[in-house]
Every structure is written in structure tokens, then in C-alpha cells.
């Protein structure tokens, strides 16, 4: 594959790029950022802010960043007294009618009208004598407040609704300095992705309703992770502040999502806050659920595993590549009936964006659960479940009947996260981690392995299944490499199962590598 | 002129021949006087033979920037396979300047001349005409003459018989001024905001609707055929000054003067000649203090520039201003000058479409600032501030709105910094404050 590659020196560096990259992304390679505000990678380029104004010799005037294409041979400076004299007069004028409400403001902290001011800005004004615009506060949707005195008129939200969603909603209405971004009052955001305008608003003036002064930006720990909505496996962070997740924000990557989550995604964090968690082991003794160390806990595990006969592993397509890895490997000398549950629900494609949507499949692992070879007909498995010697539940809510069924199991171990008593004849129930409280990975549905990090700590003693299923087996069948933490267990995977070969948490980043992408390579293989 | 006064002999009656006949207005009264003729020895030259006669001409446009139109024509691609427009910019909006609105009110099937020469040229099978919404009258006369075109054959799918299809679609704006924009014009049509925008790509490559597109002025358009019965070498001939320009130029001359009105002379006539003569003058008792030359977006001169100057693209560059649409707003020693720039300001802030950060802002602090001066309560810095915020709105922006709120602020204060200063210094007592 052969690209047409163009150099040109900005800022003193050097850089090769290919023929049609814009300025403003070359000069990222170079390392250097071209402040702006209207541009963003996602979107059309609209070159309203002028912020990215830099000097490119031998042009008459200072061009914009943005949308104008490298040139062989080209030098730019983004640093010369000419772009810096522009982008402080750009900073001058946006903060004439901006209110310095940034104490209150909930962009405060990520507010990239704050962060280039302080970097370049004037340190006083020369607009002291005069009342700045006023504009009501407005609700915008569902998630969505529009504060217009913030506005600096970037567009960004405009042209998501209108290119990317496809839901032309929001507008720039008026003219001049009395100019604001006005909605249709019969469809409020109510598109399923419109909540990225949020996200895309560079200054306060789009703010998540349920993020409302909830947090200082700067209090909170950033967590890069999978959103666990559906199959789509959308990269999140996940921002907890003292140990509580607060919010969910879409993570870039190119090949999933770009820079988007959909709402429901966005809104699907409470959860990871639930208090009513089971907090200790629990064995049944005497009819009753009896909290106790993990010792006796794996022990009573060990003893089930070692009867061997037929086994039913009923797991959430929620759990962790690991965590079904090395359970249904725990298993492995039972006559196994593997399958994990996947709810359904309505798909929501964002429409400016190929192979993005909010998916049928409404569970992360779906695909990395096919990739360990668990089925899917959930109904036979219960039935089977109905007369196996152990029956191992993961994290599923049963349905009554269902629980009915499973109730003639002859043993049944529960693995879970929330207290429950539908299943009060287990001889077991284990309190594992939620994704907020462990790494791991997920398969997407494109069979893209991705890892997700540990954002908040575990709940009482509660550990990763595969943690579980590890202890276990080493005392089943007592082996040298135990695995500690879940990049080893994940290497343990990669070893035997196919698609994972040559993979590992190092290879894998934060954006995630294809299932089978490594072997084929080392095959020599075209993919 | 020729409406409302009749023509004085030091001008070159071109265009404005038939300015208040009212029977040149139907088409068979424009037949009488010799129209459609170039429009049928048009389709009877190959459009290449056009282009090249027009550049031979030396016509540059008329709507304020003075690119060369054949030149212009020859930008548009040609055997690309994709249709090509035309569109006439009859949004004429620019503070004093009035000469389309006589065109179109006069002359309509001269310009429909002009459109279908134009088309043919550049392979347009289709031309909108853009007019201001305010231009009522200019709006029912033209409406008329294209039905009327249709109706002779001289519009429609067989041009005179010639089997070319050329349509005239006129489209009303709704009154926003930066819609004279080209691009912004080519978003209206589109049914978009009407913000201009961002160039490359150029209209000749990917214009109205993302074809390749030419835009062109009324009087542009109405010179052509001129051009096309008389030769290249007439028009040409028509300079008094330098030969980069050539033909008749239409000035509307409003402000202080006896006679205001649209006077067509020959480039290169003396703007001294075209005041004191042509126009009678100042009022009685009163002397020439300033010109705006060009419509209210080129720099202000003073009363010397304004007798040297030789009226062509040129020779207004030379005294410190631009040609641009030659709308002349003519103001004697009874004006506040503070106060005109002023309004000026405040029109372009209210005009600004809002999309480029320096406009936006820009124009509307500008003007906030001069009412404060007029008002009695400017500070010593306040001048600095203005020429800061003008070199910070100027050559930054997508269009040139904001360059135009710029250029009078700033050669105001250098050529009339003393009335700055009075009201800075408190000789002049608020004047205007608040309006």
C-alpha cells in the first residue's frame, strides 16, 4: 500500500503525512496543538472559531489550521507572534460576552476556553464598561441544558445533530453577537446519541442534566473502560470520584466508536454504585446461608468440582473473557453445558457513523463468549440444569421459573454481585467483582478484544471469577502458574484458545486488537 | 442618469440609455431598441469565441471586487459531465449603492440578455437571479420580463430556435446583506443560513448545489451585450485612465451633493469632475469634507484624495481607497464623521452572519465602543483599542465583512483623528449619544 506522502515542517519539525491531511492533524503528529474550537476529527470542518489561524510562509495571511491541506515542502508556525497575536484576539472576543461563572460551571477544569486563555490569553479586559449578552438558561431534552451566556457559537452540536444524526434539531439562529443555538420545540434532543452534544460543547454551554453539579472535574479519577451497554463494546471512561462512578464519557477510538457513546450507554453507570451487594462469601450449613473466609469458600467449591458428572455454567454475557475462561476451564472434566444470557433490545444506529450503533445485543462479551465455545440456547440449558450435578450460576437474574427449574440441580454455586434469594438451596454463593471493580476484556461483535481497567474498589471481599475459578482449580488439581491477576489469566487463554493466540494485554492497549488479527499475521496469512 | 434627470453630457450612456423610457421595459420595446440581437449573434458564436471577446473587453466585475470576467468565465470546467449555473447577483445591499435597482427597474431585458449570453458561455442551461427582497418593484419588472423572455422564445428549452435550453429562475432573498456574499448567495439558493463559505473549494469548481457555478453582478451581466454587438475593441476603448480598466461604470452618488443619482462615465473620469460638475456640487455655503467611494465597506477618503482621483479600479487604490461597487456616499463639513462611522459599524454588526469569531464579536464591541466616545464618555485609549480590534477583525475571517466594518473605523481615525479627539478631549459635547 503505497500513500503519497508530503513533508512539511511546522514549528521546526519535521513530519511526513499523506497528501490531503488537513494542518491541524499534521501538526498533532508533530506533536504540536493548534488551539481550536469549531474542528473536531469527527466532524465537517466548518472553520468558524479561526482560532487555528497559524502562519504558513509565503501565504499572503494567516490560514486556518483546520482546512487547509499540507503542501510539500510547506513551514508553518503556529507559535510566531502573528498566530499568537490572532488567537488572543480570538480569546479576547470569545470572553467579551462569555460570564466568568467558571466557580459554578460544570465544564470547569475541562473547559478548553479556560485551558487556551490561560495558556495565551490577556490577563485583563478591555470590555469592562459593558453589560455582556443574557440568555435564559434553556432545556434542551431528556440529558441536555443549554446555558447560551457560555456559547461560543463553535457549532460542533449543530453539525452532529445535522451530519452525524442525521436529526437536524439545533441551529444557529440570529445574527452577530446576538446569534444562539436555537432547537425544534416539538423534537428536543431526544435522538438516542443526542447526548454526545455534551461531550462535543468545548466551553459549559451544553451540560449533562445528570451530571449537574455533581463533581469538580479535577476531583475525579478517569478510568479508561468498555461501555457494557451492548455488543458495539464502545471505549468509555469511567470517572469516579471517591470511589463512586459519577459519569460515563465516550473514549476515542477510531475503530469503534470514534468519539461517540449513545445515551443509554451513557446513562448505564448507577448500577456500579448499588450498595445491596453480597459482600462475604456465603455456604449453606444447616439450611442456611453462612458467611465465611474464602478458604472455606473455594474448599466447598473444590469439593463440588471434584464429584464431577454433568455440569450447567449459566454466565452473563457481562463477564469477562477471563472469568468465562477459566470457569468453563474449571469445568472441563464435567460433561458441560456452557451458555451465557444475551438481552435484546431496540437497535439505535448513529446514522453519520459506519458500523455504529446501540445494538440488539444488549451484553459486552457476547461474541468473546462464542470465542470460548459457550452457547447461546438458554432454554435448554436451563432444562438440562434441571437434572445436572452442579449447576453454576454467573451473575444472572433468573426468572422465577427459571429458578424453579434449577432448584433440582443436585448442587448449585452461585457467583454474584447482588444479594438474592432465589436460590437458596446453593451450597455456594461467591461475591465476584463488577466491571467498575476489575480489568479484563471484552469481544465486541466484531470480534475487536478489548481491555477494560479496574475504576473503583471491590466490594467487601469480593473478587474477579476468574480469580475464583483460578484458586479452585489449584486446589482441584494442585498446579505450578496460578494465575494472579487477570493479564496472566488472560495469557493462560491465549495459549489454548483460538483467536487469542498471540494476543496479550500489552498488544491489546487501550483500543484493542482483532481476535485471530495476530495468529493470522504470525501465519503469514493474508487477513 | 436619465432618471430622474436627464443625462449629463459628461457621461458615457451605455447602460443607462433607456433609464426612464418605460417602454423599453416590455419586450418588444427592448426589440425596437435593438435587444436580443447580441443574444442571437451569441448563440451563433461558440462559447469559447464569447469567453475570449468578453476577456478581449477588459470587463471587470462590477459588483465590488473587479475580477476579470472573462477570465472568471474561463474557470468553468469544461465536458465534466455535470450541469453548470449561472447566478446573477441582484442583492445589491450595499449602503449607497443603487445602480442594479435601475437596471432591473429599466433595463429587465437587457440583464436577461446578459444571463443567456452568459449561460451559453459557460455551458449553463440554467441561471437564478438573486434579488433583494426589499427590491419590490425591480422584483415584479423582472418577473414580468421572464415570462415575457419565455413566451418569445428569447428563455426556455429552444433559445431562438438555436435548440439551446436556457432558464431564468429568479429567487427573492430575505433580506439578510451578507447574502450579496457569493457563497452565503449559493446557501440561500440552496435553501440553507445564508453564511458564507469557506474557499477553496471555488464556486467554478464546486458552487450552488455543488456544481460548478459563475456568479455575476447585474451590471456585469448587462454589459455583456454590449460587448457582444459592438466588439471587444469598443469596450476597450471606453478608458480615460488606466488601461486595466475599461467600459462604463454606473456611480451612485448619494449624501451632500445637488444632484444625487446614478451617473454612468467612462472609467478613468475624474471623481472631482463627477461631484463638482456632473452631481452641482456641494450645497450652498458648504465644502467637501469625505467620500466613501465604494459603498460603505472600502476606507473613507479625504477632500484631497477626492480631488485627485481618477475614477477606476486603479486609480481609487491609489488614493487610499477601493473602486468596490461604487456606491459614493459624498459627505460635506456639516457631517460627524464619528457618528457615520458609527452607523456604519452598527449596520455590519447587525449584518454579521455570526459564524467567524473576530465578525461576530468584533463589529458589535467596535460599535459599542464609538457610541460610547459620541456619548462624551470615550477614554485616551479608546482609539488604540479600536485600531487593535480593527487589525484583529481584518484578513482573519472566512468573508470579508468584518475586513469592511474595519476599514472605515480605521481610516477614520488616521485621516479625521482630530474629531476622535474632540470628543475624547471633551470639545465636543455628546452629540447623537444613543441613537
Known amino acids: 500500500m503505497s500513500q503519497d506522502l508530503v513533508n512539511v515542517t511546522i514549528d ?16 498533532k503528529q508533530a506533536g504540536v496543538l493548534v488551539p481550536h474550537y469549531c474542528y473536531h476529527p469527527s466532524l465537517p470542518s466548518p472553520a468558524v472559531c479561526r482560532m487555528c489561524l497559524v502562519e504558513v510562509e509565503k501565504a499572503p495571511k494567516l490560514l486556518p489550521a483546520c482546512v487547509t491541506a499540507v503542501a510539500d515542502g510547506q513551514v508553518v508556525h503556529v507559535d510566531s507572534p502573528a498566530a499568537k497575536k ?24 475541562e473547559c478548553e476556553l479556560q485551558d487556551y486563555t490561560f495558556q495565551e490569553g490577556r ?13 435564559p438558561v434553556e432545556d434542551f431534552g431528556p440529558d441536555v441544558l443549554y446555558v447560551p451566556n457560555r456559547c461560543i457559537l463553535c457549532t460542533r452540536c449543530v453539525r452532529f445533530m445535522d451530519d452525524v444524526a442525521g436529526t437536524p434539531v439545533l441551529c444557529v439562529a440570529e445574527r452577530g453577537d446576538r446569534a444562539f443555538i436555537g432547537i425544534d420545540p416539538d423534537h428536543l434532543l431526544e435522538h438516542p446519541w443526542a447526548g454526545n452534544v455534551v461531550d462535543l460543547c468545548p466551553v459549559g454551554s451544553l451540560i449533562s442534566k445528570d451530571f449537574l453539579h ?14 457494557t451497554g451492548c455488543s458495539q463494546g464502545c471505549n468509555v471512561t469511567v470517572d469516579t470520584r471517591d470511589n463512586t462512578v459519577v459519569r460515563l464519557r465516550p473514549r476515542a477510538n477510531l475503530d469503534v466508536n470514534r468519539h461517540f457513546i449513545c445515551d443509554t450507554g451513557r446513562m448505564n453507570y448507577r448500577w456500579m454504585n448499588r450498595g445491596d451487594r453480597i459482600e462475604a462469601p456465603l455456604v449453606r450449613e444447616a439450611g442456611r446461608h453462612l458467611a465465611t473466609d474464602w478458604d472455606a469458600a473455594l474448599d466447598r467449591f473444590a469439593g463440588l468440582v471434584r464429584k464431577g458428572g454433568k455440569a450447567v455454567l449459566l454466565a452473563s454475557a457481562g463477564a469477562s473473557t477471563e472469568s468465562l475462561g477459566l470457569l468453563k476451564g474449571l469445568l472441563r472434566e464435567f460433561d458441560l453445558t456452557a451458555v451465557v444470557q444475551v438481552p435484546a433490545g431496540e437497535e439505535a444506529p448513529l446514522r453519520g457513523v459506519p458500523n455504529l450503533a446501540l445494538r440488539r445485543e444488549r451484553a459486552p462479551n457476547g461474541d468473546g463468549a462464542a ?19 452442579l449447576v453454576v450460576v454467573v451473575n444472572v437474574e433468573l426468572t422465577g421459573a427459571e429458578a424453579a427449574v434449577i432448584a433440582s440441580a443436585r448442587a448449585v454455586v452461585v457467583l454474584g454481585t447482588i444479594e438474592s434469594q432465589q436460590l437458596p438451596q446453593a451450597e455456594l454463593v461467591a461475591p465476584i ?24 474498589t471491590a466490594a467487601g471481599m469480593a473478587r474477579p471469577a476468574w480469580w475464583v475459578a483460578a484458586e479452585t482449580q489449584a486446589l482441584v488439581a494442585p498446579a505450578a502458574g496460578v494465575p494472579a491477576t487477570s493479564a496472566q489469566a488472560f495469557d493462560l487463554l491465549a495459549e489454548t484458545v483460538p483467536g487469542l493466540g498471540g494476543l496479550s494485554y500489552a498488544t491489546l492497549g487501550l483500543t484493542g486488537r482483532i481476535a485471530g488479527a495476530a495468529e493470522a499475521a504470525a501465519a503469514g496469512a493474508p487477513r | 442618469m436619465g432618471y430622474p434627470h436627464p443625462s449629463h453630457p459628461g457621461e458615457t450612456v451605455v447602460l443607462s440609455k433607456y433609464f426612464g423610457d418605460a417602454a423599453a421595459r416590455s419586450f418588444e420595446g427592448w426589440v425596437k431598441r435593438g435587444g436580443y440581437e447580441a443574444l442571437k449573434r451569441a448563440l451563433a458564436m461558440t462559447p469559447d469565441a464569447i469567453v475570449e471577446e468578453v476577456k478581449n473587453s477588459g470587463l471587470r466585475g462590477r459588483g465590488g471586487a473587479g475580477f476579470p470576467t472573462g477570465l472568471k468565465w474561463s474557470f468553468m470546467p469544461k465536458g465534466d459531465g455535470k450541469p453548470h449555473y449561472l447566478v446573477c447577483n441582484a442583492d445589491e445591499s450595499e449602503p449607497g449603492t443603487f445602480k442594479d435597482r435601475e437596471i ?27 434579488i433583494r427582497g426589499e427590491f419590490t418593484e425591480p422584483l415584479r419588472v423582472m418577473t414580468g420580463a421572464v415570462e415575457e423572455a419565455y413566451a418569445a422564445g428569447a428563455l426556455g428549452p429552444n433559445v431562438f430556435g438555436s435548440g439551446r435550453r436556457i432558464d431564468v429562475v429568479i429567487h427573492r432573498g430575505a433580506g439578510a446583506y451578507i447574502c450579496g456574499e457569493e457563497t452565503a448567495m449559493m446557501n440561500s439558493i440552496e435553501g440553507k443560513r445564508g453564511n458564507p463559505r469557506i474557499k477553496p473549494p471555488f464556486p467554478a469548481q464546486a458552487g450552488l448545489f455543488g456544481v460548478p457555478t459563475t456568479i455575476n453582478n447585474v451590471e456585469t451581466l448587462s454589459a455583456v451585450p454590449h460587448i457582444i454587438n459592438r466588439g471587444a475593441a469598443w469596450y476597450k476603448g471606453l478608458c480615460l485612465g488606466n488601461p486595466k480598466s475599461t467600459g462604463t461604470k454606473l456611480i451612485s452618488v448619494c449624501g451632500h451633493v445637488q444632484r444625487p443619482g446614478n451617473y454612468e462615465v467612462t472609467m478613468g473620469t475624474p471623481m472631482k469632475g463627477l461631484i463638482f460638475e456632473m452631481c452641482g456640487g456641494m450645497r450652498p455655503g458648504r465644502t467637501l469634507k469625505a467620500v466613501i467611494p465604494g459603498g460603505s465597506s472600502v476606507p473613507i477618503m479625504n477632500a484631497e484624495e477626492v480631488d485627485r482621483c481618477l475614477l477606476d479600479y486603479e486609480g481609487v487604490i491609489a488614493c487610499g481607497s477601493m473602486l468596490g461597487s461604487a456606491g459614493m456616499i459624498v459627505m460635506d463639513d456639516s457631517t460627524d464623521l464619528v457618528y457615520q462611522i458609527m452607523r456604519l459599524t452598527k449596520f455590519y454588526a447587525h449584518e454579521s452572519c455570526a459564524q467567524c469569531t473576530q ?6 464591541w467596535t460599535s459599542r465602543i464609538l457610541e460610547r466616545i459620541l456619548a462624551g464618555q470615550g477614554k485616551p485609549e479608546d482609539m488604540q483599542l479600536l485600531l487593535d480590534l480593527a487589525d484583529n477583525m481584518t484578513g482573519k475571517t472566512i468573508c470579508v465583512l468584518s475586513d469592511s466594518c474595519a476599514a472605515p473605523v480605521v481610516s477614520g481615525i488616521q485621516k479625521f483623528r482630530g474629531e476622535f479627539e474632540a470628543y475624547l478631549q471633551g470639545r465636543r459635547s455628546p452629540a447623537m449619544a444613543g441613537v
Open chain 1, 433 to 456: 467483582t463488577s466491571v467498575a471493580e476489575e480489568s479484563g476484556t471484552f469481544v465486541n461483535r466484531d470480534r475487536r478484544v478489548q481491555r477494560y481497567l479496574q475504576a473503583r
Open chain 1, 123 to 135: 490577563p485583563g479586559t478591555r470590555y469592562s464598561e459593558y453589560a455582556k449578552r443574557y440568555n
Open chain 2, 104 to 130: 432591473m427597474r429599466w433595463t429587465p431585458h437587457g440583464l436577461l440578455e446578459g444571463c443567456a449570453i452568459a449561460a451559453y458561455a459557460i455551458g449553463a442551461e440554467r441561471c437564478y437571479i438573486y
Open chain 1, 214 to 227: 455533581k463533581a469538580r472535574v479535577w476531583d475525579l479519577d478517569k478510568t479508561a473502560s468498555i461501555c
Open chain 1, 12 to 27: 521546526g519539525l519535521q513530519v511526513s503525512v499523506p497528501k490531503g491531511t488537513m494542518l491541524i492533524e499534521a501538526a
Open chain 1, 86 to 109: 490572532a488567537r488572543e484576539g480570538v480569546l479576547e472576543f470569545l470572553l467579551i460576552n462569555h460570564p466568568l461563572d467558571c466557580p459554578i460551571c460544570d465544564q470547569s477544569g
Open chain 2, 359 to 364: 465578525c461576530r464579536e468584533g463589529t458589535a
Open chain 1, 371 to 389: 470465542l470460548l465455545g459457550y452457547g447461546s440456547d438458554w432454554e435448554r440449558a436451563i432444562q438440562a440444569a434441571g437434572h445436572a450435578d
